[in-house]
């Protein structure tokens, strides 16, 4: 049976070796990735949209897919990307980031409006204060004792814990291919993923919330390209409500909600992700702004 899965590159970007999906032709659409994720969890959305567009992922530096960079910022991040279009030859692109990658995609739009055609951000970090519990608890610890809850997590034989964790933000787990669990448990066993997720995990989110140097709700109105907010129905990291308020304050931005989604939607919704996705990026009518992800 012949794999179709997306090849994998490497690009010196900023002198780190970088890792990314390139893949079809046409129209660049570019995939940021979140915490406690890599570029080829993209690996399904590359497939589905290469035969529109050229479809880029690259591996943000600090997640295991480039080369070793100390404690990377948000602002380290978003200056990355830049570069890795830079490298690329590529002068605008429409970008879709998710999670931690939205307000890195988010941010990189304001920064640089006229690199960017249209933005959409999944259950995107940043556009407001709340967010779960958990994230506010793991703010409080000491350092030393985050890096001995990710030393354990690597041990051999915390297999459940690291399957825990892989499926926490997930609202449909079956949904999600076997090769998807593979890869997302092989992440959790990576230190340094760990390490860099926790610890912008950290510098975002304080006792109250989303800190407000790492939030953007108050700047949406400055983007003026065409925006979209996809957003499961059930996210427990970053509320549906937050993203309706959010959803208001853009110039030209709409809000598509996935009903049977989690705060991973291109992946346990993948079919309502995409019917959402592909109208937004081929600037077609827009699809319904309740989907429920399946498809008869």
Do not use: C
């Amino acid at each position: 049976m012949k794999d179709d899965s997306p090849s994998e590159h490497r690009v010196l970007v900023q002198g780190l070796s970088t890792a990314y999906f390139d893949e079809g032709t046409g129209p660049v659409l570019l995939l940021v990735h979140g915490n406690v994720t890599t570029f080829r969890s993209w690996q399904r959305i590359v497939t589905e949209f290469r035969t529109t567009h050229r479809v880029l992922a690259l591996s943000l530096p600090g997640y295991g897919g480039t080369s070793p960079q100390e404690e990377p910022s948000l602002d380290d991040q978003v200056a990355f990307l830049g570069a890795f279009l830079d490298a690329l030859s590529v002068d605008r692109a429409i970008v879709l980031g998710h999670s931690a990658g939205g307000l890195i995609a988010a941010t990189f739009a304001l920064q640089h409006p006229g690199r960017v055609t249209r933005l959409a951000l999944s259950d995107s970090a940043g556009l407001g204060r709340a967010v779960s519990p958990l994230l506010i608890a793991g703010s409080l610890p000491p350092d030393w004792v985050v890096d001995l809850l990710t030393a354990a997590l690597v041990l051999p034989g915390s297999g459940i814990p690291r399957a825990l964790v892989s499926g926490l933000q997930l609202r449909r787990p079956w949904r999600v291919t076997v090769r998807e669990w593979r890869d997302q448990i092989r992440l959790t066993q990576a230190r340094t993923l760990l390490s860099t997720s926790f610890r912008m995990a950290r510098l975002a989110v304080g006792p109250t919330g989303q800190r407000r140097r790492y939030r953007i709700d108050d700047r949406l109105g400055e983007l003026a390209m065409p925006t979209l907010l996809i957003w499961g129905l059930t996210d427990e990291v970053f509320p549906v409500w937050q993203a309706v308020r959010a959803a208001g304050k853009l110039r030209r931005g709409r809000l598509a909600v996935l009903m049977s989604a989690g705060h991973v939607g291109y992946l346990d919704s993948h079919v309502g992700f995409v019917d959402i996705l592909g109208p937004f990026v081929r600037d077609e009518p827009a699809s319904p702004s309740v989907v429920d992800g399946e498809r008869p």
